[in-house]
């Protein structure tokens, strides 16, 4: 279990002869399922052929020979790659520089884009109209454009190059006359580097005054951008909201970094970090702990220690360091002898920052092998599928708990409020699961007509998933049948405080509107002190459960807490590093306390680690 690569580890004892390759997959996908992408393409490999794991080289050159001026060349996007450099490249291959027209779709765009086509149908021009997807009221007028050409007789150097992002909204037709691209973003610190270093030139690495602080710099903004675009693999550990970084920020940032060196005999640090990471890059960055740490990876990758440092390290890894100053083919040897796999150590992770994102990938290959099962083939034991629907559906229906009701005599604080809101809430969404199983077993009856509704109910139920107009309450990213355990244990918490028992501790995970209950908590001392709510804040006291006899007199102890990327060291009381291969670890109760904000501002407050509290894992 705690091996870095179980899936080439021998089984014990006789295991290991009874088993084949096969059966030694679903062992690996029983106790580590964050290695099944990587076993199965051993498998392949031993199996079938190393090609088909291997992703095939772009080569628009072949592309382009095998089309005509009839034949419109699309490019389906992928996030972060943009198609305009490759096209540039071509044309100057093909003596089409001068002739090569581009423009970005959006509003009032249309008369622009038709002429330049009407021009490069008569004049023979490549015309290049990209992100066709920001404009779907003019698609329909693109598509007798596209019809048209053939009859116009046009110019034998004439091509239409599209682009666009998957949408249901583009024309069929187009894609039926159309050659059809496709280019995956590289994967790994390695590729991204190469694809960036595969663009340059001698005579651009050597564009600069400065020759030998701009290369230095250069590679270390390389290999900022692909950080940032790798980050996204490591999920709520790496961003907490996706962003779309492409090479026009790359672009922007190289070309400042070349300005200001030029321009400046001293080297202006903190106007080139500001410019990078908070300006450019930061100008898409929305969450203010993302943006913190874009500051981080600036203050590192651009100081003076980057120029003046032999074989500087860009990580706690010796593998990635600034090269010696050299030709362009120096950098790209270096790049070839990175390693193809990034462990999360060179982007200052933790070991265990990659194990979640490995589990989301076979997760989401598996999902797709599901679902492309059969939906009407019997099972083994003879059972169809709507048999098995239907005795989950009476399984959960024995299981569902009943309402929830209040005793209102019982409750005469400010958090009565919060209560009932959150009840209702609850049995809104307990009689909702109630209707659409009773409603589901009645459909496959064929009592009452199968909704849309009821069919997604269905698939979900038979795949272990939650219905989509379940969690419509509260977001969760649970298979169905955890999501059921955990639902009957916020059920148990609002019902015994429905009751009226004191609460001694509460549950914030059980909380559909965590946010409302604690501005209650801070609303009663508020009044309580006669002190604006917006002078109060929160003090955060971690307690041991043996210390917890009664509810305190102000605030509330929390329970359920639980960290991501660290663990709480009970002994000293304080963070520490995750221990391998745990994901979670929980929080010990924390006492909630209501203070003024100018009593909390203090020496030891400000040497306290900020740490974010998110409601929901999905975000």
Not at 87 to 94: G, N, P, S
Request: charged share 20%.
């Amino acid at each position: 279990y705690f091996k870095n690569e179980p899936e080439n580890v021998p089984l014990p004892g006789e295991w290991e002869n009874k088993c084949n390759e096969l059966q030694h997959m679903i062992l690996v996908r029983c106790f580590r399922p964050d290695r099944v992408l990587s076993a199965i393409t051993t498998f392949i490999i031993n199996n079938l052929d190393p090609k088909l794991v291997e992703p095939p080289q772009f080569d628009l050159s072949s592309i382009f020979e095998v089309s005509n001026p009839n034949t419109p060349l699309i490019f389906i996007l992928s996030p972060g790659v943009d198609p305009i450099n490759n096209i540039k490249q071509l044309a100057d291959e093909q003596g089409m520089s001068s002739k090569l027209r581009s423009l970005a779709l959006g509003q009032g765009q249309a008369g622009t884009a038709t002429r330049l086509i009407e021009e490069g149908i008569r004049d023979g021009n490549w015309v290049y109209l990209a992100n066709c997807h920001l404009m779907i009221s003019w698609l329909p007028k693109l598509e007798i454009l596209v019809e048209e050409i053939s009859a116009k007789k046009p110019h034998s150097s004439f091509r239409l190059w599209l682009s666009s992002n998957p949408t249901p909204s583009f024309p069929i037709s187009i894609l039926q006359r159309g050659i059809k691209i496709t280019t995956e973003p590289p994967r790994g610190l390695k590729q991204n580097l190469q694809r960036l270093y595969g663009q340059l030139s001698d005579s651009f690495l050597n564009r600069s005054k400065s020759s030998a602080k701009y290369k230095k710099l250069l590679f270390s903004l390389c290999f900022f951008h692909s950080l940032l675009l790798e980050r996204k693999k490591f999920m709520t550990l790496g961003w907490n909201t996706l962003y779309d970084f492409n090479d026009s920020d790359f672009e922007v940032s190289e070309q400042l970094l070349c300005n200001y060196l030029d321009e400046y005999e001293q080297t202006p640090w903190d106007a080139i970090k500001y410019l990078i990471a908070d300006m450019n890059y930061g100008g898409r960055v929305t969450d203010k702990w993302d943006r913190r740490l874009l500051s981080v990876y600036a203050k590192k990758y651009f100081c003076p220690e980057a120029i003046s440092t032999i074989n500087y390290r860009l990580s706690s890894m010796a593998t990635y360091i600034i090269p010696e100053d050299g030709p362009l083919q120096t950098y790209k040897d270096y790049i070839l002898s990175l390693p193809i796999v990034d462990k999360p150590e060179a982007f200052g992770q933790h070991s265990n920052a990659d194990i979640a994102s490995l589990m989301q990938d076979s997760i989401g290959l598996l999902d797709t092998l599901v679902s492309l099962q059969p939906r009407i083939v019997s099972g083994g034991n003879g059972q169809t599928r709507e048999i098995k629907v239907i005795e989950i559906a009476n399984q959960l229906l024995r299981r569902i708990p009943a309402d929830i009701e209040i005793d209102m005599t019982k409750h005469s604080s400010h958090l009565k409020t919060v209560l009932v809101q959150e009840v209702s809430r609850y049995n809104l969404l307990l009689r909702t699961i109630r209707k659409t199983l009773l409603d589901l077993q009645k459909g496959i009856k064929g009592l009452i007509i199968m909704s849309s509704e009821l069919d997604q109910a269905l698939s979900c139920l038979h795949d272990n998933k939650v219905p989509s107009t379940w969690q419509k309450t509260y977001p969760s990213s649970k298979p169905l049948a955890s999501w059921i355990y955990d639902l009957i244990l916020r059920i148990d918490q609002m019902r015994v405080w429905a009751e009226g028992h004191p609460m001694k501790t509460f549950w914030l995970g059980g909380f559909t509107f965590p946010t409302g209950f604690l501005t209650a908590i801070m609303q009663i001392t508020a009044r309580k002190d006669n002190i604006p709510i917006d002078a109060l804040t929160w003090e955060f006291i971690p307690v041991k459960d043996n210390e917890i006899q009664t509810p305190p007199e102000e605030g509330a102890f929390i329970t359920g807490l639980v960290l991501e990327g660290a663990r709480w060291d009970i002994v000293n009381n304080c963070l520490a590093e995750p221990n391998p291969m745990e994901l979670y670890s929980p929080m010990p109760t924390i006492y909630f306390k209501p203070v003024e904000i100018k009593k909390k501002i203090t020496k030891a407050f400000k040497e306290v680690y900020n740490c974010p509290c998110y409601m929901y894992p999905v975000r």
